[in-house]
């Protein structure tokens, strides 16, 4: 391996400074949520063009490193043991080209592990034919049915997995996946909406097999999210033979300010539900959530309704909160953009941008218009940008 080059020279460390004074002493709203000008979402000229069989490549790389673009392929866990694994294996290209993984482990005693670790640039590699991620000798391989992901202990302070996901459901898209307003887009492929885990977990150095469920998702876009969403509201569970997956995506108000509901409900022989939009999906939300987040924050609630046109619902209620993040507290810089995350996080509070990141273990009804219904668990996440 050769001589790795360090992430920023003193030209970028200046550059940099300067970036964080226009931050604090300019408008950081603008900033972060960009210009009041900018292209409505219409959600009845959505990308169209592919057709419900998704394909090996629509799991691979599908940005090229431009100014501004992101992606990230997700995996969460569900182990037998009741312990609980969230990874995801990222590249941005804001200010700076950065490649990262980030790893939560809940033990069953509900307590949580978190790191998140930078690579240098050369040291990944990302495939465009299939998903093949490599940072190091961390990997995210698979093909659609079969997937490995493997996290190295020697990266997370002796905590990792080598974990097998085998999908029981076909993969899912709503239309494309591509939500797009003008050229900017945010793109969704959930690539398995369910499936059996099995491998092992190395828990403070120690190495033990183990069996569960998973999820795997890619993301990716060309614009930083905030400047497209307000939040979000995701879930997945099962109830019966029935895979569940919906979201309401919040667009800013500069993007046209109303809601894009999302719903799949399929078992391992049949899609039943696929629907996108206001014209075919009805959500409702109650249950104000209280003492989780700064008075000032935008309300949120912890029961999540949502109905289709044919009348098949889902009525979700989160139980217990498994992890609430104040997101720039969590946020990781590399060296030496960290010196200056106290100096970043005054700036965006001066603002009243505060973005938080809750995610609970719930329990939902699936209910079908025959009067047919299905009880199930999941998890909810709930994700304010502003």
């Not at 492929?189 to 092992?200: H, I, K, M, R, S």
């Not at 009243?352 to 047919?372: Q, V």
Request: proline letters at 4%; aromatic letters at 16%; hydrophobic letters at 35%.
């Amino acid at each position: 391996m050769g001589t790795l080059k360090p992430f920023f020279s003193f030209r970028d460390l200046i550059k940099t400074f300067f970036i964080i004074l226009f931050l604090i002493f300019q408008s950081c709203s603008k900033v972060y949520l960009g210009s009041y000008d900018q292209a409505l979402f219409d959600e009845i000229n959505q990308s169209d063009r592919l057709n419900e069989i998704v394909e090996n490549w629509e799991d691979g790389a599908r940005t090229d490193g431009q100014k501004n673009e992101f992606e990230w392929w997700y995996f969460d866990a569900e182990l037998d043991d009741g312990s609980l694994i969230v990874a995801y294996f990222y590249k941005v290209h804001f200010l700076k080209d950065q490649y990262f993984i980030g790893f939560n482990y809940t033990s069953p005693e509900n307590e949580n592990f978190f790191r998140l670790k930078y690579f240098n640039k050369n040291d990944v590699s990302f495939s465009k034919d299939s998903c093949l991620v490599l940072m190091n000798d961390n990997s995210f391989n698979g093909n659609l049915k079969n997937y490995n992901i493997k996290l190295d202990p020697s990266d997370f302070d002796n905590y990792g997995f080598d974990l097998n996901l085998n999908s029981l459901i076909n993969p899912y898209r709503p239309q494309d996946g591509i939500i797009n307003a003008g050229d900017e887009y945010f793109a969704w492929l959930a690539a398995v909406p369910n499936g059996e885990v099995e491998g092992t977990v190395t828990i403070d150095g120690v190495k033990k097999e183990i069996k569960g469920t998973g999820y795997h998702d890619h993301n990716w876009g060309n614009t930083p999210l905030q400047k497209l969403f307000s939040g979000w509201t995701w879930f997945r569970g099962k109830a019966g033979p029935y895979t569940v997956i919906l979201a309401e995506l919040n667009a800013v108000e500069n993007r046209g300010g109303f809601d894009i509901p999302i719903l799949f409900v399929a078992s391992k022989d049949q899609r039943v539900v696929n629907k996108f939009g206001n014209r075919q999906l009805l959500t409702m939300k109650s249950d104000l959530i209280k003492n989780y987040y700064p008075k000032k924050n935008e309300p949120q609630f912890s029961k999540f309704s949502i109905v289709s046109d044919n009348n098949v619902s889902v009525k979700i209620s989160g139980e217990n909160i498994i992890d609430n993040i104040e997101i720039f507290k969590r946020m990781n810089l590399p060296l030496p953009l960290n010196i200056f995350k106290p100096m970043i996080n005054l700036s965006f509070k001066a603002s009243g941008i505060d973005p938080y990141y809750t995610r609970f273990s719930s329990n939902f009804i699936l209910k079908f218009n025959d009067g047919t219904f299905y009880e199930g668990t999941g998890i909810m996440e709930i994700m304010d940008l502003q």
